[in-house]
């Protein structure tokens, strides 16, 4: 009888050995399968930290090419702007010299006109003059005359 419980005993300890043998082997599984779900984890992680910074990266080159392309376009057109109000300067220039030059052509014909103006009417009147010279003597003697006779 003792053998038998002793038997017992050592089936029961065999079989408590072995479930202890197969949970250490189940805890190590669970600890392997830990281990690579958080690498797997970390693989995520890594994976998306990678995209972000790539993202992250290229977001700032965007900025800085759109930013340079800007400055260019501002640049080209500041200069394209300066150069056409240069030109549109000295074309009003040449157009204003052109206007004053026309207008001191002008001015000088009005006083050549003027002149001549004024110097038919000096001679228009001289002409009169010389021209009405014998009536009004004739007219002065004639109411000289009849000034005497009454």
Do not use: W
């Not at 189940?26 to 995209?51: C, G, S, T, W």
């Not at 640049?75 to 009003?92: C, G, P």
């Not at 103006?117 to 021209?131: N, P």
Request: net charge neutral; charged share 45%.
């Amino acid at each position: 009888m003792y053998d038998a419980v002793k038997r017992k005993d050592n089936e029961k300890l065999t079989a408590l050995k072995g479930q202890m043998a197969d949970m250490g082997n189940d805890y190590e599984d669970m600890i392997r399968a830990r281990e690579e779900a958080k690498k797997q984890l970390d693989a995520k992680f890594e994976d998306v930290y990678r995209k972000l910074q790539a993202n992250r990266d290229f977001t700032v080159a965007e900025g800085k090419r759109v930013n340079d392309t800007l400055k260019a376009f501002q640049l080209k057109f500041e200069t394209q702007l300066k150069v056409t109000e240069d030109k549109l300067r000295s074309e009003m220039e040449a157009e204003k010299k052109h206007v004053r030059e026309e207008l001191a052509a002008i001015n000088k014909r009005l006083e050549t006109l003027e002149k001549g103006l004024q110097d038919e009417k000096e001679e228009r009147l001289r002409q009169t003059d010389e021209t009405l010279k014998p009536i009004r003597q004739n007219i002065e003697s004639m109411c000289g005359v009849e000034a005497r006779m009454r």
